[in-house]
C-alpha cells in the first residue's frame, strides 16, 4: 500500500476563503483580511504544484463580483502554473464581504464545493483549509466524502479573544463584533477532526492550539512557512547600495560602525523602547556600534493613530533623553524594495538584526535578516526559539531586561570568528528550513505517514459511491424531504391534500421522509396516518437510507458512517450518567444510540462530550425537543445523510426540498437545500431565522410544508385551486 501510495501522484484541494486571492500583484494590506494567509496559501500552492509527487492544486476560494474590488476576483477560474489553480465558486451575498460575515454562509459553501468536486473527474487526495471558516467547510467536506482534511489555523480565536480581552474589551461586545463562539467552535470541531495540524512553530502548537479542548499533539506538525529567497540574501563582495547607504548615514557620526539593525511596525509589542534602553544605558554599546531603527513610514507624527503616535514618541524621546544623536538613525521613509539592501548593509557593515518583541509569533524578519547572512540577536518569547534553534545563527535575549538585550548585543558584536560562523549558519539554515520547497518535503512526508495511517478509511471510499444493487436513481428530478413527527403529521386535512399533490407529481417530484423513527416505526405511522410508502426513507436520525416499496437499503452508507463507530464504548461510558436515561430498546440502532435528556441539568451535554472526548471516542450529539438525545456516528445525520444522497445520485443540493420543525432538522435546512419550517417549529430552529433558502411557514405541519412548496413555486395553483389556501406571500 505505502509503496503503491508514493507511487501515485497526490491531488490536493486547498481551502482559503476569506480576503482578496488571485495569482499575480496580491493586494496586501488593502483590508483587514488581506495579509499574510494570502501570501502563505498562493506560495503554498506554487511550491507544491512544483513537487514531482503531486499532479494538481486546486485553490478553492470565494468567488466575488462587487464595482469596487477587480474584476479578477469574478473569474471562477484562475492559472497557478502548470499543475496549479484558482477555484473560486460563489455563495451568499456577491458583494465583498469581511470574514466575519461569512459565519451563516459556510453551509451554502459547503454545498456549492460538493457539486464542484462532482463534477470533477476525480476527488481529491487531501483537503487542506486555511482559517476556522475554511476549516468549517473542509470538515464537512471531509466527513462527507471520507477524505482527511488537514488544516492550518493561521490565527486563533481563542488566542485573539485573550488578548482583546486583556486589552480591557468587554467579552460580550467582542463576540459580537468577531463572532468568537462560531469561531472557536468550528476551530474545536476541525482539531477533533482532522487528521493533520500545520503550525509554524512549536510554540504555536503547544501553547496557543493548546488553548482547546480538542487538540490533540499527536496530529500537529511543525513545519515553518518558506520565504521568497530570490529577494533576500547577503550582501556580494563589491557591494554598495547608495540609496539606502545615504537613508541611513544622514543620522551617524562614524559611518563604519558595525550596525545594529531593527526593522518592525510602530506597534507597542515590539517593544523598540527596551531596545533603547539597553542602547542608551551600555556607554560600550555605544561606542562600538550604532543603533538602526526601521519603524514604518511617517510624515507628521503627530497626525498618526494613537497607539503609533504613542510608540514613536516614546522612541523619539528617549533618543533624547539617552542623547544618542549621532548614534541612532531613524529614517522617516523607506519602500519595500529598501528592505533587502537595509540587510545587506548591515551584514556588511559586520552588525547584527535583532528583534526585542514582547512577544513574536513567527519571526518573518528574523529569517529574511538570516538570509541575508545578518546574525540574529531575538526575544526569547514566540517563534524565534525554533528558529535559532534550526539556524544556530544567534542568540535568545529576555526582552524584558534591558541589560540582558545590551549584554547579549556586545557579545555577538565582539567575536569576530562567532560572527562568521553565524552569518554563514544563518545563510545555510534559512534554505534548509524557510525555503518553500522545503516545507513541501516535509509536508509531504507528514501527507505519506497520514494517507499510510488511514488507509482503511480510504480504501473503503473507494466503495462509497458505488451503486450497490440500487437500479436506477429512486428519483430523477426534486425530492421533497420531510420529517415525520410534528411536521408531515399533526393535521389530517392539509396531510391529505398533500399526499395528494405528492400523488400527482410522481415525475417530477419524489417524496421522502427523514426521521429520528425507527425504520419500522417510521412505516407503522406512515400507514396509521395513510402517507404511501415514500421513494427514500432516512430514518433513525440519519443513520439509516432505504429506497421505495422494496425499502430496498443503501449499504455503502452503512459502510461509510462506520467510521470510528464504537457504540458499547459510547454506551459503556454513559451508563448511570445523572440526567441521562436510555430510550426503549426499539429506538437503539446499530448506529444509533438514543437517551432522554433532563433538562434541569445544565451544562450536561459539554459533560457527555468531555467524558467522549477523555476515552478518545467520536460521535454526533444531536438533541432535540429539549429532551431527546440521539448519539450518531460522526459521519451521520439527517443533513449529511441528504448531501450523501445528492452526491451520489448526482442532483444540486437545491433540488432538495426539506421540511421540519426541530434540532435534528437543523443540518438539512441549512445550506444550499431549499427548506421549510413548520409554523409549530421548536425554539431550537429559531437560530436558522433570516438564512438564506430556510422559508419560515406561517402555517402549521403539512399545511406549513404546502406553502413552503408553493413559495418555491412548486406548486401551480392554477391547476390546484384547492391549495390556495395553504399560500402565503
Ligand atoms: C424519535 C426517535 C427517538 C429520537 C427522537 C429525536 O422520537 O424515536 O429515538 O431520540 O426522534 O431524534
Ligand atoms: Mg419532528
Redesign the pocket.
Known sequence: MSDSLKKQPLYIMMLSLHGLIRGHDLELGRDADTGGQITYVIELAQALGRSPDIDRVDLVTRLVEDPSISKDYAQPEESLGSKGRIIRLPFGPRRYLQKELFWSHLDLMVDKCLNWMREQDRLPDLIHSHYADAGYVGLQLSKLLGIPLAHTGHSLGRCKKARLMAAGRKEQALDKQFNFPKRIEAEEAVLAGASILVTSTRQEANDQYGLYDNFRPKIAAVIPPGIDLSRFSPPPRAFTAHHVQAMVDRFLQDHEKPIILTICRPDARKNLHRLITAYGTSKQLQDMSNLVIIAGNRDNVLKMGEDEQAVLSNLLFSIDEHDLYGRVAIPKHHTNDDIPELYRLAAKRRGVFVNPALTEPFGLTLIEAAASGLPIIATEDGGPTDIIANCQNGLLVNPMDPDDIARTLLMALSNRAQWKKWSKNGINGVKRHYSWDAHVKKYLKQLYHTLRRERKQIRRNSLLFQHQGESAPPFNQHVLVSDI?NTLLGDRKSLSSLVEWIRQQSRAMAFGIA????LD?ALQTLKEWKVPTPDLLITS?GSEIHYGNTLQPDLSWNHHIRFKWRRCAIEEALQGLSGLRP?PEA?QREFKL?YYMNHNEPGLIEEIKKILKNLNLHANL?H??GE???ILPVRASKGQAIRYLAYKWGLPLQNFLVSGDSG?DTEMLIGDTLGIVVGNYSPELHRLKGQTQIYFARHHYAAGILEGLAHYGFIDTDKYPSLLEYTHD
Open positions: 413527527d426521521t429520528g423513527r425507527s416505526s436520525v430510550q429506538n438514543s444531536i432535540s425537543h431527546f438525545l440521539d435534528n
